[in-house]
């Protein structure tokens, strides 16, 4: 009989416990969990939602989330196409960033990232659906193999390294916009739910150039992803964060994308971070939503969409209600998002047996 392993989560000194499932997910997340904490690399928690993007189109001058505006979103990624097309031999990146972008074309130019990043070799993967919904089996072990194999050869990498962290900086720019563009789809599934919010549990080292201090992942087969949903899938309340190359199916639906594009995934690294949905409504979003029927009518099964499961509230001592984003607060986190405010902006986890 399995030995039962805990995941202690404290906001101050109020102390949570989650009872962990026994799964080769799990497994995966407590060996990297480990090499993070022996590293003493800190934490960091932020409100997030499943219904992401569902407030009104915002001023283009706000910086208050973010601490930029969307002009300088435009000017981050134009600089970074110019920066990434003088790393490259061949065609250059195809798309002008500008004011008054759409979600389509926003898509498109993350797409345009996430595949230069996975080939090396081409903005456009051309990729037939077949080929899609084939790798969302394999794209668990080993996406990139696949992507490189099956990809146009269009242009030729001169300098690797300036040529990642250019393409990185165009997704921070992306990010960066994303945040002024609201999501009518998403707003409806939200008043169906009344609640999407949930806990992201991170690592607090991301450095200016978007890049981490340190990172190790374990990754896992499409098999290890089915073993590890359990039986009931209500009663989980810890799932694995999201360090994923691209979208997790959530920010997909609700910035219409389309559910089977290659970099479209609820699992990719397990770096030991977490998502703790600490109201069970998150689940109507799931489940009771157009997102339902979206994932449904991309032949989609639950282990290909929904968050990895890692275990389930045994204990709780802390007023999750309580917790909201604290814009007063000068106090950021390293990739300057705003904490939350106490106890929840002081986050540690820890695993005990």
């Not at 930029?68 to 970074?80: F, P, R």
């Not at 790393?87 to 996430?114: A, D, Y």
């Not at 098999?223 to 920010?251: R, W």
């Not at 389930?312 to 904490?339: I, M, W």
Request: charged content about 30%; hydrophobic content about 35%; aromatic content about 12%.
């Amino acid at each position: 009989m399995a030995i039962k392993k805990y995941l202690e989560i404290y906001f101050d000194d109020e102390k949570n416990v989650v009872e962990l499932y026994d799964s080769p997910v799990v497994r995966a997340f407590i060996k990297s969990h480990e090499e993070y904490k022996k590293r003493n690399i800190p934490q960091k928690t932020q409100l997030q939602q499943a219904a992401v993007h569902c407030h009104s189109n915002r001023d283009f001058n706000d910086t208050i989330i973010t601490g930029g505006t969307a002009l300088d979103a435009i000017v981050m990624i134009n600089e970074a196409i110019d920066g990434a097309n003088s790393c490259i031999e061949g065609e250059k990146f195809p798309l002008s960033p500008h004011l008054g972008m759409t979600w389509v074309t926003l898509n498109k130019i993350h797409r345009h990232f996430t595949t230069a990043s996975s080939t090396l070799c081409t903005w456009d993967h051309k990729l037939s659906n077949e080929k899609l919904f084939e790798l969302k089996s394999i794209q668990y072990t080993d996406k990139a193999k696949f992507m490189r194999k099956h990809s146009p050869k269009d242009f030729k990498v001169t300098d690797l390294e300036s040529f990642k962290d250019n393409i990185e900086r165009i997704n921070q720019g992306v990010h960066l916009y994303e945040t002024f563009v609201g999501s009518e789809r998403a707003s409806i599934c939200e008043r169906v739910a009344k609640s999407t919010d949930y806990f992201e549990i991170d690592w607090n080292h991301r450095l200016p150039n978007g890049h981490m201090s340190f990172f190790h992942g374990e990754r896992v087969s499409a098999e290890d992803v089915k073993d590890s949903f359990p039986t009931d899938y209500s009663e989980a309340d810890l799932f694995v964060g999201k360090m994923i190359e691209g979208k997790d199916y959530e920010f997909a639906f609700c910035e219409y994308d389309e559910a089977i594009e290659f970099d479209i995934t609820n699992l990719d690294w397990i770096c030991g971070d977490m998502r703790l949905h600490h109201n069970k409504q998150i689940n109507d979003f799931y489940f009771k939503t157009e997102y339902n029927v979206w994932t449904k009518e991309a032949g989609l099964l639950d282990w290909m969409h929904l968050p990895v499961p890692l275990g389930k509230l045994v204990e709780v001592n802390s007023d999750f209600s309580k917790a909201f984003v604290d814009y007063d607060s000068p106090e950021r986190t390293t990739d300057s998002r705003p904490v939350l405010n106490l106890p929840f902006k002081k986050i540690n986890t820890k695993i005990v047996v």
